[in-house]
Structures are given as C-alpha cells and as structure tokens.
C-alpha cells in the first residue's frame, strides 16, 4: 500500500513537499516514481529515484526544480516542488516498481503498485 500526502494550494513560485509512505512491501528493493495528471490529461511521468544506485530521473519540465529523495529507513519517498508553476497543477501519484537495476523507471506500465494520489494546486 502507498499513502500519498502533502497536495494543497499554493501561489505561483512557492514549494511543498509530498510524501508517499510505503507498507506491505519490501520498500528498500522498489524503485519508486512520481507521476500526475492534470484534468483532461494523460498521466505523465515526473521523477524517480532507484532502489540500489539511488540514481534519479526527472522530466525535463521539472529539472532544476523538483528533487526526488527516498528514506529506506522511514519506508517513504519524497518529493520537494519549488518554484512552482501554474502547469504544475495535478494530481500526483506515487508508485512503486519491484525490478532489476536496469528497468525503464520513466514508463507508467512498469509500476506495480499505485498510490491514491494528492492534489497540488498553482495559483497565478
């Protein structure tokens, strides 16, 4: 089971962090992605961080602004939002993939399990 939280409202350049807490399965072998989708939008790709090297991947749209962090200690993955932007505004799901180090962590299909999703909204 993944619990996502920390969505809200927030104005044009400012930051929140969402937070996606893991139960139920063996947290520190999932690599662990982020993913939105705006009304009338596919669900799209955002970040993720991989359970041996930790390397990262993220969207180009959100280089630069966004960092994606895991605490296998805690079972939880994190996602710090800065400078948010308008076309930011979505639902975020976090997700979890069980997989070998070389798994294309960018691709929706690979994810095994799925969170319930948080709203973040950027105001103009």
């Known amino acids: 089971q993944l619990q996502a939280s920390g969505g809200g409202l927030v104005q044009t350049g400012g930051s929140l962090r969402l937070s996606c807490a893991a139960s139920g399965l063996t947290f520190s072998n999932h690599h662990m992605g982020w993913f939105r989708q705006a009304p009338g939008k596919e669900r799209e790709f955002v970040a993720a961080i991989k359970w041996g090297s930790r390397s990262t991947y993220y969207v180009d749209s959100v280089k630069g602004r966004f960092t994606i962090s895991r605490d296998n200690a805690k079972n939880t993955v994190y996602l710090q939002m800065d400078a948010l932007k308008p076309e930011d505004t979505a639902v975020y799901f976090c997700?979890?993939?069980?997989?070998?180090?070389?798994?294309?962590?960018?691709?929706?299909?690979?994810?095994?399990?799925w969170g319930q999703g948080t709203l973040v909204t950027v105001s103009s």
């Open positions: 997700a979890a993939l069980r997989g070998p180090l070389g798994v294309m962590v960018t691709a929706k299909t690979s994810y095994n399990y």
